[in-house]
């Protein structure tokens, strides 16, 4: 199995930046595609950002000028670079990772956004 582990998250004024990693651990050979959801507090749980092995990478439009997916293959390690975060940006964050046609979950990591 692989098990992907967030870190990073943690309160931060509003216009201010985060970053999360989302590293993977266990059977971590040949892993491809890797994201990111969110679920904020009474709201469904929201796609953020996809990334291929090969490193293209897209987003849920509301995130597209603010947010920066990234990827380590060397590491196994996902990257969610959060700017001018807003209070609707509070949320438990998880990443996934996919191998062999198989999506794995992380336990996720809490952002809150507020003053």
């Known amino acids: 199995q692989v098990q992907p582990v967030e870190s990073g998250g943690g309160l931060v004024q509003p216009g201010g930046s985060l970053r999360l990693s989302c590293a993977a651990s266990?059977?971590?050979?040949?892993?491809?595609?890797m994201g990111w959801y969110r679920q904020a507090p009474g709201k469904q749980r929201e796609w953020v950002a996809h990334?291929?092995?090969?490193?293209?990478?897209n987003y849920a439009e509301s995130m597209k000028a603010r947010f920066t997916i990234s990827r380590d293959n060397g590491k196994n390690t996902l990257y969610l670079q959060m700017n001018s975060l807003k209070p609707e940006d509070t949320g438990l964050y998880y990443c996934?990772?996919?191998?062999?046609?198989?999506?794995?979950w992380g336990q996720g990591t809490q952002v809150t956004v507020d003053s």
């Open positions: 996934y990772v996919e191998k062999a046609y198989t999506r794995y």
């Open positions: 266990g059977s971590i050979r040949d892993i491809y595609d």
């Open positions: 990334i291929t092995n090969s490193g293209y990478a």
